[in-house]
C-alpha cells in the first residue's frame, strides 16, 4: 500500500514538474500541455510501476547459486486478472474522454466547412477535408474578433502565405497578437506539413484537398515554421518562421506591403 | 485425412536427393527446421545493413548540417533502413524463422502442412532483398520513405521506386504463403487428442498473426500494384494532378501496416510466453486470458489505422473514433504484460541471457505502449505526429519489443538449433550493451520530437545537436553490442558446451527430443504434450505425466 501512494505521488511529481514541452506561444497551447500533464502523470506511474515489480521480482524471485527446485504453480487468478482488466479499462476510458474534452476546446469538433473563406479570391465552395477549424462566423459572435484570413501554399521546398486582406504574398508568416487567424492551406506538388512546435499545432498541406488551420497566437515573438511530412530531398531545410507582432506593428507591417489597388475596400 | 508431410519424409526418396549436413541449408530443403534456419540467418544479415543503414544516418545526425552524404542518398538510406528491418528482418525471424521451426513441434507434426510453399516462400526473401538492395547501386533506390505516399512516390526517380515495390510485393507473397501455412499446420495437422486450449501459447500468436498477414497483407499488394500503374503507366488511382486521391492510399496503405506492427509484436509476445515459464519453472499466468487478449488484440488491430492519419485529410467524426479504438487496444496488451509480471511472480528465475533479454522487452515495451497510448489520443498526436516523438515509440516498440524478443529467442533456443550452449556471461555483456545503448540512442528521441525536431531529416535546429550526439552515441553502442553476440555464436558452434536434449528442463514438445532434432522431429511418435506449462513445486507430477505421455503412440486416423 505504501509502496503505490508512493509510487503514485512520485509518478504526479514527476507529470506535473518535469517539463519536456517547449514555449507556449497560443491559445490553444496551455491546454495542450495540460492533457500532457495528465498524460505524462499517468505514464510515469505504470511505466515505475512496472519497471519496479520486475526489477523486484527478478531479485526477489532469482534462482541462487545452487538452488533447485521449482516456483508456485500458479496457473492463474481470476479476480486478479479482472481487476488488470478493469484498471488499464477505467483508465483508457477516461483518458479518450478527457482528450475529447481537450480537443473540443482546441475547436477540433467544428465544423469544418462552414469557415468564412467567402470574403477571400475563392468564391467557390469547397470542400474541406481536414484541420482544426473553429468556424470563423461563431468566433465573431464568441469574442467580436475578426478572424485574420491567410492562404497558405506549400510546395517544394518552401511556403508561400497570402493575405486576401491588402493582397500580400510572403514566405514569413505575420500574425497580430491576440487574433484568432484561419488558414487555409493547399500544396502545389506533394503532401507538406504546416507544424509550429510552440502551438502545438500541425495539418498537412495536401495537393488536390485543401485543409485548414486555425489558432490565436498569444505571445510576440518569432517561431519555427516547420514541414513535418517527407518532401524530398531539401525536406530538413523546408522552414520558414511565424512572427507574432503587437497589432499595431502588425497594422504597419500590412500597410506597408499591401499593393494599393482599387479593388481593396 | 493423412498425416502427408511425415510420409513425404519418411519416405527415403525425395529428402536422400537433398544435400546432407551445412550444405542443406543452401538449398531448397523441405524441412521445417533448416527453413526456419534459413529465415533466421538470412534475416539476421539484413539485421546487419540495416543496421549499417542506421549508423549512416545516426553519423549524418551528429551535426545539424547535411554533410555526411547528399541529401537524396539520405533519403534513400532512410527508406532501405525502414523497409529492410521491417520487411526482411523482424516480419521473417519472428515469424517465418521460430514459427517454421517451432510450430510443427508444438502441434505434434512432422513438418508444416506444405512444406514445398514453405521453401518457396523462404526463397522469394533472398532474391527480393538483394534487389532491393541493389537498386541502391544501379539506379538509386527508393527515396520516399517506407511509407511511399504518393505524390513523392510518384514524383522521385521511378526506376528505384518500382524496384523497391516490386521487392516489397514478394516479400508480401512470401509473407502470405507463409501465414496460409501457418493456419493449415495448426488447425489441421495437430496431433490427435491434443487441443486448441492445450497448444503452446507461441501458437496461439502466430494463429491470430497468421489472420491478420492472410486478411491485410492482399491489401498493401493491391495499393503497390496501383501505385506502381501510376508511376510507369501514368494512371491517375493517387496522383492529384490526374484527379487521383492521395488520401486513399494513405488509408489502404495504414490498412495493411498497422496490423503490421501486430505481425512483428505478436510473435514476439508468444515467444515470450514460451521462454519465461521455462526460466522461472512456473506456469504461465492466465493461459486463457492471454489466449483472448490475443484474438482481442486481432480484431481491433484491424480497425485502428487511420490513427497514423490524424494529422492529414481526416475528418474529426474520423480523428475520434479511431482514438477510441486504438485506445482500447492497451487494455489486452496490458494484461499479456501483467501476467507475464505475474508468471515472475513467485518464480524461482534463472538470471541468464534469455530472461534478461524477455525482461527487457517488458520494460521497454511497456514505455512504448505508455507512448503509444498518449499517440492516439488526437490533440496529443497532433502535436508530435511525424515527429522524432514518433520514431523513438517505434522503436521501442519494435526494437525494444521485436528485436530484444528475439535475442532472447536464440538464447533460449539455440542450443537445441545447434545441440550446443552460448556462453552466458557474454550473453550477459550482449544484454547490458545493448539495453543501455538502445535506450540511450531512443529514450532522448522524445524529448527531441516535443521540442521542435521532424522525422525524417538530414538537417536540422542547432539547438538539438547534443541531444542528438547522445542519441547516435547509444547507436554506436547498439552496433557494438552485435560483437559479442556474433562472436558467441560463432564460437558456440565449436566450441560450446554439449547442451543435451532438455538443458532448461522444458516441458514443450521441442525439447522433449535431441538436440538438434531428426529429419522426423521425435524418432518415435510424437509426444502428447497437454500441460505445456506445467511446471510448479506442486505439480511436481505433471513432468512425470508428461513424459509417460510422450511413449503412448499417436492415434493416427485417416
Redesign the interface.
Known sequence: MLAVACLIAGGLWIGLHVN???DSASVNAP??DE??KV?FS??AI??LG??G??IY??IR???RDG?T?????????LP??IL??AI??VV??F??LY??D??ER?G??EN?NQSSHDHSSMKTEQRI??G?GASTSQLDSQRGLNPLPVEVTAMQFAFLFHYPQGDILTGELHVPIGRPVSMKMESN???H?F?V?EF?????V????P?ILNFTPNKVGKY?I????????????MRSTVVVEEPDAFDSWLSKNSKQTASET | MTFVPSSEINNNSPQSLQPKGWLRYFSFSLDHKVIGLQYLVCGFVFYLIGGALASAIRIELTSPISDFMARDVYNQVLTLHGTIMIFLWIVPVVNGAFGNYLIPFYVGARDMAFPRLNAVAFWMIPPAGLMLISSYFITGAAQSGWTAYPPLSITTPAAGQIIWIISVLLLGGSSIFGGINFLATILKLRRPGLKLMQLPMYCWAMFGTSILVVLSTPVLAGTLILLSFDIVAHTGFFNPSLGGNVIVYQHLFWFYSHPAVYIMVLPAFGLVSEILPVHCKKPLFGYTTMVYSIMAIVVLGLVVWAHHMFTSGTPPWMRLFFTIATSFIAVPTGIKFFNWVATLWGGKISLNSAVLFSCGFIINFVLGGITGVALAQVPFDIHVHDTYFVVAHFHYIVYGGSVFVIFSSIYHWYPKFTGKMLNENLGRFHFLITFVGFNLCFAPQHWLGLNGMPRRVAEYDPQFTFVNQLSSLGALLMAISTIPFLWNIIQSIFKGEVAGDNPWEGLTPEWLTSSPPPVENWNGPAPLVTEPYGYGAVKKEALDETTTNKTESPKQTE
Open positions: 519536456l514541452l517547449p491546454i495542450y492533457l500532457f498524460l499517468i505514464g505504470l511505466f512496472m519497471l515489480l520486475v521480482s527478478l524471485f532469482r534462482r538452488e527446485g521449482e516456483g508456485i504453480a500458479l496457473e492463474g487468478n486478479l486478472e488488470w482488466t488499464p479499462a483508457v476510458l483518458v479518450g482528450s475529447y481537450i480537443y482546441m477540433g469538433m469544418m477535408w481536414g482544426i506538388d506533394v503532401i506539413a507544424w512546435p502545438r499545432l500541425k495539418q498537412d495536401i495537393p488536390g484537398q485543409t519555427p516547420i514541414c513535418a511530412e517527407l518532401c524530398g530531398p531539401y525536406h530538413g531545410g
